[in-house]
Every structure is written in C-alpha cells, then in structure tokens.
C-alpha cells in the first residue's frame, strides 16, 4: 500500500483500500464487502462499498503502479500473463453475477458465474 497510497487523495479511502486489500489477500473464505469489512473491524460494509462505488481514486494509475512494482520484483523478459475464464455451477440467488449461461464445466448452458483469472507465468 505504500507504493500506491499517494494516488488517494483522502485518508479515509486510503486506509480502506490497505484494509480491502488485506482482506483479499486474507484466508477469509468468502471474500465479500461484509467479511472483508468484518475482517477489519467495521461494522457494517459501507466504507468498503465507498471505495468501490463513489471514492476518488485512479484505478489505471493504482493498476500501473501494482505492474511496476511487479516486474522490479518478479520480472523475467520470458514472462508471459496468462487470461482464463472459469464457470461455476450455482444454485439460488445469493451470488453477485448468476445467471443462465453457457459453461465449459457443465458443457451447456446452467445457473452459473463466470470468474477471470489473470496469471504471471515466468521460467523462475
């Protein structure tokens, strides 16, 4: 966080994002606004749902600022990122994004959520 603190202008969104952060980067099963705020101590989700929804802050920067950091750290000109979608089967009506749609893991159109995953591949 330190590397990307200066790109919030307020304190306030500042420190959640630190928070919001941990809380993706913690063992908490479901990774929601409610636990990842429950995590930090809150007591209801709403500062986590500010930072997403109405603070000021500059994604694209903050997002340049993570792949610097990343190839002063990981770096290898043999690396590669790579992009995969994944379907999963849901059943009910909790979950953000569910709706019926083709799915490789089923092979057929299901109640399902379709999650990106984004991977740095290097030799090392």
């Known amino acids: 966080m330190t590397r990307v603190a200066g790109r ?3 304190a306030e969104p500042r420190r959640t994002a630190g928070q919001f952060v941990e809380g993706l980067l913690s063992g908490v099963e479901r990774k929601t606004c409610w636990s990842i705020a429950e995590r930090a101590g809150h007591d209801d989700p709403q500062a986590m ?3 997403l929804r109405t603070a000021v802050w500059d994604a694209d920067t903050v997002r340049d600022d993570v792949r610097a950091w990343l190839i ?3 770096g290898h000109p043999n690396a590669v ?6 379907g999963f089967l ?3 009506l909790c979950s953000v994004g569910v709706q019926r749609q083709y799915t490789g893991t089923a092979g057929r159109v299901e109640n399902s959520q379709v999650g990106v995953f984004l991977a740095y591949v290097s030799p090392l």
Do not use: N
Not at 81 to 86: G, I, K, R, V
């Open 8 to 10: 919030f202008v307020r």
């Open 49 to 51: 749902q500010r930072l």
């Open 81 to 86: 990122l790579a992009c995969d979608e994944t």
């Open 90 to 92: 849901k059943k009910g």
């Open 72 to 74: 002063e750290e990981l």
